[in-house]
């Protein structure tokens, strides 16, 4: 272990992010020198690249970088770039000896002092409550999700009267839809949140709301011909410069991650289980036939690949919900294996010698440039969840 306890605890109480500036156009760097390495599938490898990722994180977090104007999301404790992050690392707790994992999660639990963000309705701010479900369950009790239940319940007493119509945030009118799930990113941050909250103290009126909230989403976000998500409504319309349909990789990768943590967590047969499994499994086969052969998807998921860059984000939610629909037999092994594969070595590939997860697309809301030195904390939380996925799976070495 590279880093000692002091280390976790200082990741507790820093509000700073990692990385030197992610400029938004960057020339890519060449491909590190460990890049043509063996791709590592049997558990034992994998786990072992996941705590070394992992350790670097906590680690450069603890030492107090501070992050760019453009990423200063990055520095709030009980924020969706954090947060995102310890949805990664609660399920690398799961899975590993080594304890730092779960008192990192302890500890920035009881430094926030188990509360959300400030935002009332706001999804980003729900993310960080899957940790606080975890800790809740390892050790913390039911302090940990005594902020969070009353704030869902206060939501359930003021439920939101919006559209989710997105405007433009530089809208004179002020139209606020993030007071509900009106962007793609929301049905990772909040549901799973909502699900697992019903689990967990036996009232189902939480489930019973994120119910209702992803099939409105689902129902104004979903290309079904396409099968993707928009990332909002203000790319209905928008194309490409081939004249193709904008669907971001990040905001797709969003949703199947979701799905993956939410469909566990509703009975078999369950309808809404049974259409949550439908629409999953119909984005999955349109991630695999768009994959590009270096095992990435591109920024921009149906642009031209020969001219799209590596974003290991997108690509790392990916290979994380495919690996998991492998595991839960929603996939076909044989069809879907090699689309795993790929996307695996990809994320190989964007790890640093020193464990650094590079690739990782800045904070936006749509594609944009990136390069082999751009990360970011949510992109580590993606890596983690693929790598455990991956684990699990516990594949043989390629042919």
Excluded at 60 to 75: H, I, L, N, Q, W
Excluded at 138 to 153: E, K, M, S, T, W
Excluded at 184 to 209: C, I, N, R
Aim: proline share 7%; aromatic share 12%.
């Amino acid at each position: 272990m590279k880093f000692v306890y002091r280390t976790v605890i200082g990741l507790a109480v820093s509000m700073a992010a990692l990385t030197p500036a992610m400029a938004a156009t960057v020339k890519p760097a060449p491909a590190p020198a460990q890049a043509s390495a063996a791709v590592p599938y049997a558990r034992a490898d994998v786990m072992r690249l996941a705590e070394k990722v992992a350790d670097y994180q906590l680690a450069t977090m603890a030492a107090g970088y501070v992050p760019p104007e453009a990423a200063r999301d990055s520095t709030d404790p009980a924020g969706w770039v954090q947060g995102a992050l310890f949805v990664g690392l609660r399920d690398l707790a799961d899975r590993s000896d080594n304890p730092a994992y779960r008192q990192a999660i302890l500890a920035r639990g009881a430094a926030n002092k188990w509360v959300l963000g400030k935002r009332f309705y706001h999804a980003d701010e729900h993310v960080i409550g899957q940790a606080y479900l975890w800790a809740a369950k390892h050790g913390a009790g039911d302090v940990a999700i005594g902020p969070l239940r009353q704030r869902f319940d206060a939501i359930l007493a003021y439920p939101p009267k919006v559209g989710l119509e997105h405007a433009e945030y530089t809208d004179p009118r002020g139209v606020d839809c993030d007071q509900r799930w009106c962007w793609s990113d929301a049905l990772f941050m909040a549901p799973a949140t909502w699900f697992e909250l019903s689990t967990v103290t036996g009232d189902p009126k939480y489930a019973a709301y994120a119910r209702k909230e992803f099939a409105a989403t689902t129902d104004f976000l979903y290309d079904k011909d396409e099968h993707l998500y928009y990332r909002d409504s203000r790319f209905f319309t928008r194309r490409g410069p081939d004249g193709e349909k904008v669907f971001w990789s990040r905001g797709d990768g969003w949703v199947l991650a979701g799905l993956a943590r939410i469909i566990p967590l509703l009975p078999p047969g369950d309808p809404d289980r049974v259409r949550m499994e439908t629409v999953f499994k119909e984005v999955a086969a349109k991630l695999k036939a768009i994959q590009k052969p270096d095992g990435y998807w591109s920024p921009s998921l149906l642009a031209n690949p020969a001219k799209s860059l590596p974003e290991s984000s997108g690509t790392a939610f990916f290979t994380y919900g495919l690996a998991w629909g492998l595991k839960a037999g929603l996939l076909d092994r044989v069809t879907y294996e090699p689309t795993v594969r790929k996307g695996w070595g990809a994320l190989t590939r964007a790890v640093h010698p020193d464990g650094k997860f590079g690739w990782v697309q800045p904070i936006g809301d749509r594609p944009e440039s990136v390069s082999y030195e751009d990360t970011q904390f949510y992109g580590v939380g993606a890596f983690l969840l693929a790598a455990t996925a991956m684990a699990d799976l516990d594949l043989k070495p390629a042919k």
